[in-house]
Structure formats: C-alpha cells, structure tokens
C-alpha cells in the first residue's frame, strides 16, 4: 500500500499564496494519477486538482491554482494563489493507478490530510 504525507498547510493571510507537498512511499508513483481534495468544515469532500496523463482543475480555482510533480521525488504539489478564507479546509493528497479522475471513490490512497486555515 502506497503511503501519503501531506506538508505545506497552515495559518494563512488571504490573498497570500501556499504551497502543499504530498509525498508518496513506493515505485509506481511515475505511473500514478495525483489529486488534492478538500473538506470544508460541515461539507462534504470535494475535488481540487489531479495530475495524470492529462491535467484537471476545479473550475472555481481555475487562475488561482497549479499542480506540479517531481516524480525523482515522489512528490506532487500544489499552489494555490490569492487565497480566500473559503480556501479553509482540510486538504487530501490522493493517488491512483487509473486515469484522471474527479471522483473521490476512484482513488485507492489517501493521506491524513493537512489543515489550511486563511483568515480574512
């Protein structure tokens, strides 16, 4: 089983910038589809951004947000700028084996998660 470790999350100012990493353990993360989710307090989990094959963002962040892999560091990030304090959530890294997928239940892996806070 793969392991996630998600870093990067904290208190931030809205309008600045933040950075997540997602580390991955093992050797298919060459071949594997990166996402980031996030969950709001009191909503459901929802789609940010995925790296595969091809990449997909959440149209709401589009402009706002890249994602980027460093697959000699089994990593995957992703930036986000001008932040809002509806960035507030705690943010997922997840991993596949499949193609790019927006839906939660497609994904096998998932790290613990890292908090973002941004306050107005």
């Known amino acids: 089983q793969v392991q996630l470790l998600e870093s990067g999350g904290g208190l931030m100012q809205a309008g600045g910038s933040l950075r997540l990493s997602c580390a991955a353990s093992?050797?298919?993360?060459?071949?594997?589809?990166m996402a980031w989710f996030r969950q709001a307090p009191g909503k459901e989990r929802e789609f940010v951004v995925a790296?595969?094959?091809?990449?997909v963002i959440k149209d709401s962040l589009k402009g706002r947000l890249s994602i980027s892999r460093d697959d000699n560091k089994n990593t995957a990030y992703v930036e986000i700028n001008s932040l809002k304090p509806e960035d507030t959530a705690v943010y997922y890294c997840?991993?596949?084996?499949?193609?790019?997928?927006?839906?939660?239940?497609?994904?096998?892996?998932w790290g613990q998660g890292t908090q973002v806070t941004v306050s107005s």
């Open positions: 997840a991993r596949r084996t499949g193609p790019v997928s927006i839906k939660a239940e497609d994904y096998n892996d």
């Open positions: 093992g050797r298919t993360f060459s071949v594997s589809t």
């Open positions: 790296i595969g094959g091809n990449r």
